[in-house]
């Protein structure tokens, strides 16, 4: 039985004639539940069915709506977002996009923006770079017990070389080993600890590498101090190349220390003193960081809220 529009189910009427001899015996039989359980269970299972239909129904036609919906919603986000890059797409920072619905925009408009509306995009997307990401923040100031921290293991870090060079370097090797870098890399190990640049893998290999550069390249540094052959690079020049090889090199083998740039800086710019240490210069950062990393390890592993190395 359906409704008067044909589409709904809305009942289900069962006939049944019995073949039996005695008719009405046999049609009371029947409809007798307790006599004809297959019956009852017929009659159950078609409302189960019934109920099962209407909810089908009425599921189906709420998805059909649900999609429509979402169709529609799809069309006005696809619309939005073409009228904010429209304008890239015309000047021509987009080169090639593929549209499955929708007009194309017009390419002649495309090729009639001139130069110097694509150089105000350009220009304008470049200033964006300068007002940096809402999302950064600055990272907030120490507290006065993570102050106390840093003064103590910077005090002690710098202290060590110091003395070592003050007692024993200066008098027996004439070698220097306070180099003016320990302070940026004391403002590492005891001011940012958990900063990937502070740890001991970055700091040994970086230093070492930058070292290693400073004393190469300076056998191509015209130099009061020195007199090789194989010279032609001026000094003033020489003392932005090294530290920009330097950084390079750290950058591709992934050992960046900010420091070590300076320690390879120091060399190309060094004095007398500094320049007759010749290959005897790679030990002096990697000692000096040395023992650096060792009263870090020390010092920064007292405080409760501290914790270094983060990796070898």
Known sequence: VRDPAGKNVVGVLVLYLPHEADGRRSAVSYLDVARNSALNTFSRQVAELLALDREWSRGLTSMQESAVSLSSEAQKRALRLWRRVRVLVQTGWFRSVRWQEGPLP?????????????????????????????ASQPPPRATWTAGAWTLVGAFLGLIVPSALEKFYFHDATNLVLMLGSFGALATLLFGAPASPFAQPRMVLLGHLQSALIAV?????????????????????????????????????????????????????????????????????????????ILVALIVNNLSSNRRYPNFW
Request: charged residues 10%; hydrophobic residues 50%; glycine residues 4%.
């Open 106 to 134: 017009d390419a002649a408009e495309a090729k009639q923006v001139t130069w110097s509306t694509r150089m105000r995009v350009r220009l304008q997307h470049y200033a964006a770079k300068w007002c940096g990401q809402a």
């Open 216 to 292: 190469l390249l300076d056998y191509l540094v015209i130099s009061e101090h020195t007199h090789f052959a194989t010279a032609f690079i001026p000094q003033w020049v020489a003392a932005a190349l090294v530290p920009a090889v330097s950084i390079t090199s750290m950058a591709l083998t992934g050992f960046i220390n900010p420091p070590a740039a300076a320690c390879a800086f120091i060399y190309t710019t060094g004095n007398e003193t500094i320049k007759e240490a010749g290959w005897w210069y790679l030990l002096v950062p990697l000692l000096g960081s040395s023992l650096m």
